[in-house]
């Protein structure tokens, strides 16, 4: 009796090995395999690790000017960040070189109305009208990291500053030495030749007469 059912067995067997599908091949991951394909473009990556770790990226500079913040890049290149852009756009550009704001709020009391504003670290202020950026402010805190392309900066002379300048008109008001070099305004410590520049403003901003 076993030996008539043993070939039956065997065929039965042999069958369902003949029906099983045969092992399948891991795929490579399309993604993975093309990974070394993939080129960033160096200011992209700059922006986009700046943006998520919110540290300042080391070796972007930042330029003043009478309409607009300057980025520097590590490879010369520049980024124009113009009064006008919308707020986001200015915050997330001067966020490549200063890191997030390490306040951002409004004012209701300012001279032109309400505005907004971001402030950075090393005593760097964006303001916004409309949600447009719409001027800078620096307060002295940066010991002259930032200056204009023709060399104005914080802690510079009246003299310095009128051989950069050409001519400024200077003036006591209420804040103190005001003074205006064009479109770029700011305080001297004294009005005398060697009195230094404390602060740097331009364009729409809050500055409390």
């Given amino acids: 009796m076993t030996l008539k059912l043993l070939p039956c067995v065997f065929a039965a067997l ?9 092992p399948k091949q891991p795929v490579k991951d399309k993604a993975r395999a093309n990974e070394s394909e993939i ?4 200011e992209a990556n700059l922006e986009a690790n700046a943006a998520s770790a919110g540290d300042e990226a080391p070796g972007v500079g930042v330029n003043l ?18 009064f006008g852009i919308a707020k986001a756009d200015a915050v997330q550009m001067l966020g490549t070189a200063l890191g997030h704001p390490v306040e951002q709020a409004e ?6 109305g309400a505005l907004g504003y971001a402030a950075f670290r090393d005593g760097l202020s964006l303001y916004f009208q409309d949600g447009k ?6 307060d002295g805190r940066e010991n002259g990291k930032f200056a204009t392309g023709n060399g104005i ?6 003299k ?5 300048a050409g001519s400024i008109d200077v003036g006591e008001t209420s804040i103190g030495n005001e003074f205006m070099a064009g479109d770029l305004s700011g305080l001297l410590s004294s009005p005398a030749p060697d009195g230094k520049v404390t602060n740097l403003w331009a364009g729409v901003t809050c500055i409390a007469r």
């Avoid at 080129?39 to 160096?42: D, F, K, N």
């Avoid at 004012?107 to 032109?112: F, L, V, Y």
């Fill in 39 to 42: 080129i960033v473009p160096p």
């Fill in 153 to 158: 900066a914080i802690g510079m002379t009246r």
């Fill in 133 to 138: 950026f719409a001027g800078w402010d620096l």
């Fill in 14 to 22: 042999g069958m369902l090995a003949a029906c099983s599908p045969e």
């Fill in 65 to 82: 000017a009478p309409d607009e913040l300057t980025l520097v890049l590590p490879n010369g290149a520049s980024r124009h960040v113009r």
């Fill in 107 to 112: 004012n209701q009391d300012c001279g032109a």
């Fill in 160 to 164: 310095a500053l009128e051989a950069a």
